[in-house]
């Protein structure tokens, strides 16, 4: 059963990391990068990393701002 998650949760940070890839709009590449960093967390949490994935949200938080402020500077 958890064999079966894992690999779903593999196959969503795969198509998600494309997908941050191709998005046209800078604001759809974020949104998308958010999704992909909690996938991300949650596969360490079943992994029973919990100290990772606590490092993982604090990176993914901060990326995001600066995405954000970033995009916003940019005036997409």
Do not use: N, W
């Given at each position: 059963?958890?064999?079966?998650?894992?690999?779903?949760?593999?196959v969503a940070i795969i198509?998600?990391?494309?997908?941050?890839?191709?998005?046209?709009?800078?604001?759809?590449?974020?949104?998308?990068?958010?999704?992909?960093?909690?996938?991300?967390?949650i596969a360490l949490i079943?992994?029973?990393?919990?100290?990772?994935?606590?490092?993982?949200?604090?990176?993914?938080?901060?990326?995001?701002?600066?995405?954000?402020?970033?995009?916003?500077?940019?005036?997409?």
């Open positions: 059963m958890l064999g079966t998650i894992h690999e779903a949760l593999l198509l998600l990391s494309v997908s941050v890839v191709e998005a046209e709009k800078l604001s759809a590449a974020v949104l998308r990068y958010g999704l992909l960093s909690l996938a991300f967390v079943q992994l029973r990393a919990p100290d990772v994935a606590l490092s993982a949200v604090v990176v993914g938080a901060i990326v995001t701002g600066l995405f954000l402020y970033t995009v916003k500077e940019v005036g997409e």
